[in-house]
């Protein structure tokens, strides 16, 4: 049993690895400027967080102790940092949001640029052929799937990147608020994961009805079949037909989703509960003087920071 597990848990690592090369080279490919930009906003992102966490923490610490006398330089120093912080934080938010619209748009011309080559070149027999045509209508649903992968694969930079800077400063702090965090979140992640994964099963299973849908849909909207269908007296059939094809693949759907939010709500209770411990154990150290004031919202910053980059 335990053997495999962990011949699953390499496989997995293998086909994370495999699929984050190849989105990042698909990406560079696209627009190596706009993959760039994208990275380093995603590297920015939880360095800029942890520095502003910091920044309170000495502003917050430096106000607690305040005996009367106080430097107005380092006061001075304190809020330009700050100030700095806020303005790359939000240059960094705004460029990240350019360069993911422009370049998820360069994206999808990409791909339906190869995919009409593709259709161009293939033999006029496969229009015929219904599984051509879920081929086809599979890859179209794939590009929309690849983009989101894309994103994620970047987002996947951000959340490493957090996850270390987070890890190695609540290590020094106290390896067991860093360890028991990453614990009860690593349940989560993997739940969404499954899901994840559940859910992209089940469109490919469901292509050949959704295109079924489709071609009810064209019908109804096509001139030409609109009025054989008055002639003939057969709209109620189709929408029947519609009705209850909609329905079917609808309530599987709405069943796994149900499912997923179910197991997950129940998993992130556990990440909620440990940040509520942990919280306490900080302000009870703050009481007995081991920490400062300014430690409860960084530390406290930290731990949300590694919950969310784990289960990501």
Known sequence: MFKDMKNNYKNNIKD??????????LSWR???????LRVLSELFNPILNIAGAFVSKQIINYMSNYTGAYHTNYIYKLLILMGLVALIKVVMIKVQLYTRIVHSEQLNQWMTRNMIDFSFDV??????????????TSAMRDGA???????SSISAISAAISFLIAFIILSKENIFYALLMVGVAIPSGAAL?????SLYDLSLEQISNRRKLSYIHSIAFDRRFSQDMRLFQSSKMLKDSYDDLWKR???KRKKLLKERSIITLLLDFLPEIVLVVVSGHIIFSILDGKLLIG????????LGQLWYSTSK
């Open 295 to 302: 430690d409860y919202v960084f530390l406290s910053g930290l």
């Open 249 to 251: 693949l609808f309530s």
């Open 145 to 151: 799937i690849l983009v989101q992968a894309l994103g």
């Open 30 to 36: 696209v627009s190596p400027i706009y993959t760039i």
């Open 123 to 136: 033999d006029l027999a496969y229009f015929d052929n219904p599984s051509y045509q879920d081929k086809i």
């Open 16 to 25: 994370f690895g495999q699929v984050f090369i190849w989105c990042i080279t």
């Open 193 to 197: 994961k499954h899901y994840t994964e």
